[in-house]
């Protein structure tokens, strides 16, 4: 199964999706993987639930018909006739207007709300419960999470949509989503994905387990054992509308590269340290990939300052990695703690 959640904030847009792929009702391993959120001509991307061969041969369709792109009606007809045909649910998002289009069992959904999503509905439920802080996060009492975007543009809910994403398919109770979490976004020129580092960071000494941590609250992160150097990035190339993508894990040197061209497995290349990264990935997929990437990293000799004033809440212990992000002219850096 698959979770596709896309929502809308005035104009900008975000898309999450799990990468996990199954057979005969079972999860396969990490290294298959399926890209659900695919561009294409005019400005559109288009993510699915449903059978990836299915949607790669309707994605096919569509670029031979419309290879400029076509007007909004003109796509929701051309995706709706494909649900229909293939039982495969899309979400449509139009990257010039900001728009949303869902389309369930061969017809596009009414009403105008900010999220829509595709999927396994218990997944979604879950990833409601998540949103609203009615379930304890998955690290909770062990490990608090600490994610950087390096460059959304301003109202981007990219950060809050993988923050709540992650939690689904760390979820050992869904069995339905796995695998890494996909986060792209649309721009002043089409979409790109995110450059993410979600980094592990150790539960603050003092609070026990039963307590909820709370950012007002006076603690130090840094990281130790298991936690020191965990952190997995999501590299993004250097263009816009690439329907490529890989994912970086610090510890134990792992790149993943997932292209929709090669179908449902990513190549997986061992023992990459942070400076070979951008050459691991061009060797991979045979050209510049251009790698936008920010690596971040938590260790135990934090070097903390000593608070000016004892009331002073929480001082977190990063380090970079790998920054291979150019100055931007716009947007910013965003980032979320999720204890």
């Given at each position: ?284 997929i045979g050209f510049p990939f251009g790698a936008l990437s920010l690596v971040m990293s938590s260790r135990p000799d934090g070097g903390f300052k000593p608070r000016s004033r004892p009331e002073q809440g929480v001082q977190i212990s990063l380090f970079c990695e790998l920054n291979t992000m150019p100055v931007p002219a716009s947007g910013t850096g965003r980032g979320s703690v999720t204890p």
């Open positions: 199964m698959t979770l596709v959640v896309a929502r809308s904030n005035n104009g900008r847009i975000a898309i999450a999706a799990d990468t996990l792929l199954s057979e005969h009702g079972g999860a396969l391993p990490i290294r298959y993987g399926a890209l659900k959120s695919v561009c294409l001509p005019g400005n559109v991307c288009a993510s699915y639930s449903g059978s990836p061969e299915l949607a790669a041969r309707s994605f096919s369709e569509y670029l031979a018909k419309y290879p400029r792109g076509t007007s909004y009606g003109l796509t929701i007809d051309f995706f709706e006739k494909s649900s229909k045909d293939t039982n495969n649910d899309y979400i449509v998002a139009f990257a010039d207007t900001g728009r949303l289009t869902t389309i369930r069992d061969g017809r596009r959904t009414s009403g105008v709300a900010t999220l829509h999503w595709v999927g396994d509905k218990r997944a979604f439920e879950r990833f409601r419960e998540h949103e609203f802080r009615k379930k304890r996060r998955q690290h909770h009492g062990r490990a608090v999470n600490a994610v950087l975007f390096a460059d959304e543009m301003e109202g981007s809910p990219a950060s809050e949509l993988y923050s709540t994403m992650r939690e689904v398919v760390l979820d050992r109770d869904i069995d339905s989503v796995g695998g890494f979490v996909t986060v792209l976004s649309n721009r002043d020129l089409g979409f790109r994905f995110s450059v993410y580092s979600d980094v592990l960071l150790d539960w603050p000494a003092g609070p026990t387990g039963e307590c909820d941590l709370r950012m007002e609250d006076t603690f130090d992160l840094n990281a130790s054992g298991e936690n020191e150097r965990f952190s997995v990035s999501q590299v993004s190339p250097g263009y816009y509308n690439c329907n490529c993508v890989a994912f970086y894990v610090l510890k134990g040197g792992l790149l993943y590269v997932l292209q929709h061209s090669r179908g449902g497995e990513m190549q997986c290349i061992q023992g990459v340290p942070p400076s070979r990264v951008a050459d691991a990935i061009d060797g991979a």
